[in-house]
């Protein structure tokens, strides 16, 4: 049979890994800030855009999107090539892909500290770049499918399988999280509400975890364990067991991250069944890859790739059982909310992504510089420091979960909280954030050790940038036979096909209802519309990000409504657009601050919070004070949430400065009265309305205790 003659395009790839590199290093540090800020809030530096509420998404988005992001890219644009034996389908499309890329990770560099954010975890950016973003994957998609058609090798081996899950499931959660109503060219709201913009969030959510950094990693270890290793997969069967079972299950756990909250009890159960069935798939794929080193368990304590590949694997199998045991009612009571969560993240984030990226790097690198790697000792090292990252990183905040919770939830024997002032749970697990810091500067050195052994790698190599290589053409012949997943790997538009019907399912059949059936969100009919000031203000609480420290959400536990009121209703969040449940307590819950605290509380917390809650972690707000509400946005936010099904009347937004003018002096002239004087169109004075209205729409529990 004649051989053809063709080059794979490594610069391609090349280029994706200096992004991964230079982009994993920014973004760990920017961590490293966040983390020293929850001990020094002075870390700072006084900056309204270095602040926590305001870094912590550029943190998330520079890991996942960037580093995790372009690292997969690099995977796949390698492995693709020489799976399917063909150059990718378009050079141009490649190049597009890359520099759309890294414009839309610039993008959120500069739009995240100035505080342009939806508020929506792991979403946070706006809806000019969410369209940018939805572009850029298409021309992703494209390329890729089009390498797939045009392939050399009649059988998709198991890698493209799940890149294609990860294509086709990214696609569809972006666009429908991403539903949002423009106001200005950098703010939007999204076009749900309430519980219904929760369940589409965490379905978003839970389901950008597993399709964007599992699914992806899944593939590339597929690839590169089983060639670091110089074995075959253990099992094929079990791939396909895998595959199929852990994209029709994954979709559906996302409810597990509301539990407790107003989400209808059966959407709850739902999120429950499925996150448990996750375990079965999920170490499926483990123990494939575990597996996969049978006979080459010796060489693991010499070469560092497979080092790094065992414990990425092993990270994840840890990381897919904490997942479903967290999804259990009685464990997620305990862990929701507190910094157990953020261990687990870290877990699977530094070490199964983290990991398996530096192993896959160590490997790479090498070959497509057509020399040996500089040191193997100094990765080895990198090895040992990266793991000694990780373990001091999160055993405290593990340590830091329980003690919080158990905390949260003590009673005295007298049947009062034994630990009423919030303040107390955060002052007693502050050496934990310290360590935890620590944790994540080891990490760093790790991977700045890794990027100097890269470029001296780079360095004594010759970069291959077209590498030559020959196959035969793909046979146009019917083949007829074979196992029958063999025969779904020979029609890639069918398989594609296939998975976009397993991965849909579950999110058709948790939100349908949700939606259409009024049942599951009760109405209560003294829930109003935010009046406009309190509006300005709400957008204020997203811009500092004031959510990522604080939840607004009660929890029917008894703890709860002793130390905050009256558990949330689902019908109370029905204007919220979007929802502000929060998915963290670093300070107390907010949903029923309002009228707990008179105006001079909230101004002086703001501005010194210190002095009302001594020993407080939060920075203070000084521009809050200097910067003043631009009225002329009211109108527009108006008619935007009016087009989203709030209920404000035809022309309202005509007189609403007038309104917001009117509830404004009302707060300025308390303040005067007190000897404060300050502007009525001051951010402070939109943020102190938006905080007195929380939880007063429905009669609550009067409470006294203390943030």
């Known amino acids: 049979m004649e051989l053809q003659q063709f080059k794979y395009d490594n610069k391609i790839v090349k280029y994706f890994v200096i992004a991964t590199v230079a982009f994993g290093l920014i973004g760990m540090l920017v961590g490293i800030l966040m983390a020293t800020q929850l001990f020094l809030p002075e870390a700072n530096l006084g900056l309204q855009f270095t602040t926590f509420g305001r870094i912590r998404p550029l943190h998330t988005n520079a890991v996942i999107f960037a580093f995790v992001g372009n690292a997969m890219f690099a995977g796949v644009y390698y492995s693709m090539q020489r799976l399917l034996k063909t150059r990718m389908f378009s050079d141009r499309l490649s190049w597009i892909h890359f520099w759309g890329w890294q414009l839309i990770i610039l993008a959120a560099v500069i739009t995240l500290p100035l505080g342009m954010s939806t508020s929506k975890e792991y979403a946070e950016l706006e809806w000019p770049i969410d369209i940018a973003i939805t572009v850029i994957w298409v021309v992703f998609g494209i390329n890729m499918i089009g390498t797939i058609l045009k392939r050399r090798e009649r059988h998709m081996y198991v890698a493209i399988w799940f890149y294609i899950a990860t294509f086709v499931t990214v696609a569809v959660l972006h666009v429908v999280n991403s539903f949002e109503i423009p106001v200005t060219m950098f703010k939007s709201y999204s076009w749900y509400a309430g519980v219904q913009d929760a369940l589409v969030q965490w379905w978003y959510g839970h389901n950008a975890v597993a399709f964007f950094l599992t699914t992806p990693f899944l593939g590339i270890m597929y690839y590169y364990l089983p060639k670091a290793a110089n074995r075959p997969v253990y099992s094929y069967k079990l791939s396909i067991i895998h595959f199929w079972s852990l994209i029709f299950i994954y979709i559906w756990a996302g409810p597990h991250h509301l539990l407790y909250t107003s989400l209808p009890n059966w959407a ?63 464990v997620n009571a305990i862990a929701h909310f507190t910094d157990w969560i953020v261990a687990h993240v870290h877990v699977g984030g530094l070490g199964w992504n983290g990991f398996l990226i530096f192993g896959m790097l160590y490997w790479m690198i090498p070959r497509m510089w057509g020399t ?19 373990i001091v990183y999160a055993l405290p905040l593990y340590t830091a979960g329980v003690v919080q919770s158990l905390m949260w939830k003590n009673f005295n024997a007298e049947g009062f909280l034994e630990y009423p002032n919030f303040l107390e749970t955060v002052t007693q697990i502050v050496p934990m954030y310290m360590m935890r810091a620590v944790g994540g500067v080891l990490y760093l050195t790790g991977a700045i050790m890794m990027a100097y052994n890269l470029v001296k790698t780079a360095k004594q190599g010759s970069f291959k940038a077209e590498e030559a290589a020959e196959a035969p053409a793909l046979e146009k012949k019917k083949i007829v036979g074979g196992h029958w997943h063999a025969v779904l790997e020979r029609k890639p538009v069918i398989f594609t096909a296939l998975t976009l019907v397993a991965i849909v399912i579950g999110g058709v059949v948790e939100m349908v209802p949700t939606f259409l059936i009024k049942s599951n969100i009760p109405t209560i009919e003294s829930v109003q519309p935010y009046t406009p000031l309190e509006l300005h203000g709400r957008d204020l609480y997203i811009k500092e990000g004031c959510n990522n420290c604080h939840t607004q959400m009660v929890r029917p536990f008894r703890s709860e409504t002793e130390r905050y009121g009256e558990y ?100 300025s002239d308390d303040l005067a009265a007190n000897d404060i004087e300050i502007s009525e169109q001051a951010e402070i004075v939109a943020l102190i309305a938006y905080l007195q209205r929380l939880g007063t729409d429905i009669k609550v529990n009067s409470n006294d205790q203390n943030p």
């Open 568 to 667: 949330s209703k689902a019908g109370e969040f029905v204007y919220d657009h979007p929802f502000l449940w929060g998915s963290k307590r670093t300070g107390p819950d907010l949903h029923r601050v309002g009228a707990k605290y008179n105006n001079v509380w909230h101004f002086n917390h703001m501005l010194d919070p210190k002095s009302t809650s001594p020993g407080s972690i939060m920075p203070p707000y000084p521009w809050l004070f200097t910067q003043s509400i631009d009225l002329d946005e009211t109108a527009g936010k108006i008619k935007a949430l009016r087009t989203v099904g709030v209920p404000y009347a035809e022309g309202y937004e005509e007189i609403a400065n007038e309104d917001l003018m009117r509830q404004a002096k009302e707060i």
């Open 372 to 390: 040996k790697l500089y040191s193997t000792k100094l990765a080895n090292v990198h090895f040992w420091i990266g793991t000694l990252g990780i």
């Open 268 to 330: 709850q159960s739902l999120g429950t069944v499925f996150s448990i069935m996750l375990i079965a798939p999920s170490w499926g794929g483990m123990l494939n890859g575990l597996l996969t080193l049978r006979g080459a368990w010796d060489r693991v304590r010499e070469d560092p790739v497979l080092k790094f590949m065992v414990v990425a694997v092993t990270a994840y199998g840890m990381a897919t059982l904490e997942g479903p045991l967290l999804s259990i009612k009685n």
